[in-house]
């Protein structure tokens, strides 16, 4: 059974379970995702707030410039004015204290000069409003600051913060139990025989799905085995929320995982996208548990893993995004796809003047993790568009690694 990638995500997306909300604190709650509707709690500034160090005055008591006045108070950052503004004269305020009654304005400390005791020099004429951030200006009383479905970074977390939010409610985070499998897989720390790989696909999605705010329980690696793959995925059925499966989905006579998983009475949803790369690709699910079964090749887990799974986890928490930036671009030199498949191409891309610019990497394909790790972005070509022409728009989805680009050579 081969889906189109569209069916095949409708088809997980249908049967994402949303997981509880819990309270966590600030300081853990950077990458969770908000189940809640945030509100000011009050407005924002609370009061007139001067924006600079300097002199608070009623702008229109300043005729002319240069001119002196009384100071007739101060006013500190945290402190009430003592009284309104004198007619005639200034008080010295500093950054994020109240402006007094009767002041409309604030003149910077640079913009004066001290003349005798308790007069300054105003060597400006300001304009009324000039330096002072009015009341509620920034937010209102109970106005929607940040809705449910947001993942929280700093700046979400700086709001959370300033409305005294101490504990968001956000999603449960997913628990993915991960059983990599193979012959020929040894662990990253031992050396290879002569037919052997090392494990990079368990890190690798281990990586993934932490990102996507999971908590991944290893299960380590089962031989291609049948008994041996029955009993991890066994255990992985009961302690997850989410069981990924890396390798033996594909034809081979050792490909045992799809049966496996029939015989725990897991209900395959689909085994084959077509995509390239990774068209073996398994969904399943037993009760609320989805399963995934990724391709071994080390590109297609990590595609598959990007367009099926990191959406799955992100709305499990409730998330209204899917974690991948998607754009269009113009093509700077040809693309083609000759697989008859949507096809997933490893790109770098720059932003020029008039955008996005986009070009093909060297890529042996869904074995060349080398090549993927080379990638900014990954430009998606549908079945039937064989040919792209330098100069055409192509869609195109963006990896974490582009962020990591000089800003130079951007
Ligand atoms: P499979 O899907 O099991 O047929 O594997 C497809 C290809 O991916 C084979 O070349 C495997 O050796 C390779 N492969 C499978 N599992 C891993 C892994 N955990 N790390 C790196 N490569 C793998
Ligand atoms: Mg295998």
């Known amino acids: 059974m081969t889906l189109g990638v569209a069916d095949a995500l409708a088809r997980v997306r249908s049967r994402v379970p949303v997981l509880p909300a819990e309270a966590v604190e600030l300081r853990s709650a950077r990458g969770r995702v908000l189940r809640q509707d945030v509100r000011a709690d009050r407005p924002q500034p609370g009061f007139d707030r001067a924006a600079m160090d300097g002199f608070a005055v009623r702008a229109a008591d300043v005729a002319s410039a240069p001119s002196a006045f009384p100071v007739a108070f101060e006013v500190r950052a945290g402190q009430w004015p003592e009284r309104a503004l004198p007619a005639g004269a200034v008080a010295r305020?500093?950054?994020?204290a109240p402006v007094p009654e009767g002041a409309d304005a604030v003149v910077p400390v640079e913009r004066t000069r001290g003349v005798d005791d308790g007069r300054v020099e105003l060597q400006v004429r300001p304009e009324a409003g000039q330096h002072v951030a009015p009341r509620g200006s920034e937010v209102a009383a109970g106005e929607r600051l940040l809705t449910p479905g947001r993942r929280l970074d700093a700046a979400a977390i700086a709001v959370l913060a300033s409305v005294g939010v101490a504990r968001p409610l956000v999603g449960r985070r997913p628990r993915v139990a991960l059983l990599v499998t193979g012959d020929e897989i040894v662990p990253v720390d031992a050396t290879p025989g002569a037919a052997q790989i090392r494990n990079s696909n368990g890190p690798a999605v281990t990586a993934l799905?932490?990102?996507a705010g999971a908590e991944v329980i290893d299960l380590g690696t089962a031989a291609d085995d049948a008994a041996a793959l029955l009993s991890a995925l066994a255990r992985g059925l009961d302690s997850a929320d989410v069981l990924i499966t890396s390798g033996g989905v594909s034809a081979g006579d050792y490909?045992?995982?799809e049966p496996a998983l029939e015989r725990l009475g897991v209900s395959l949803d689909f085994t084959r996208v077509a995509i390239k790369p990774g068209a073996p690709l398994v969904f399943g699910h037993r009760g609320d548990v989805l399963v995934f079964g990724l391709p071994g090749n080390p590109v297609s887990?990590?595609?598959t893993f990007d367009l099926f799974v990191r959406p799955a986890l992100l709305a499990m928490q409730?998330?209204?995004?899917?974690?991948?930036?998607r754009l269009f671009a113009r093509a700077e030199a040809p693309f083609v796809n000759r697989s008859g498949r949507e096809n997933h191409v490893p790109a770098a891309l720059?932003?020029?003047p008039e955008g996005a610019l986009v070009r093909p990497l060297r890529s042996q394909g869904s074995g060349d993790l080398a090549a993927h790790a080379r990638a900014d972005a990954i430009v998606v070509l549908a079945a039937e568009r064989t040919a792209v022409a330098a100069g055409e728009t192509v869609p195109c989805w963006l990896l974490p690694a582009v962020l990591e680009r000089d800003a130079e050579e951007a």
């Open 93 to 96: 305020i500093m950054t994020g």
């Open 209 to 211: 799905a932490e990102d």
């Open 255 to 257: 490909d045992l995982v």
């Open 301 to 303: 887990s990590q595609v």
């Open 318 to 325: 409730g998330a209204s995004g899917g974690g991948r930036l």
């Open 350 to 352: 720059r932003f020029g």
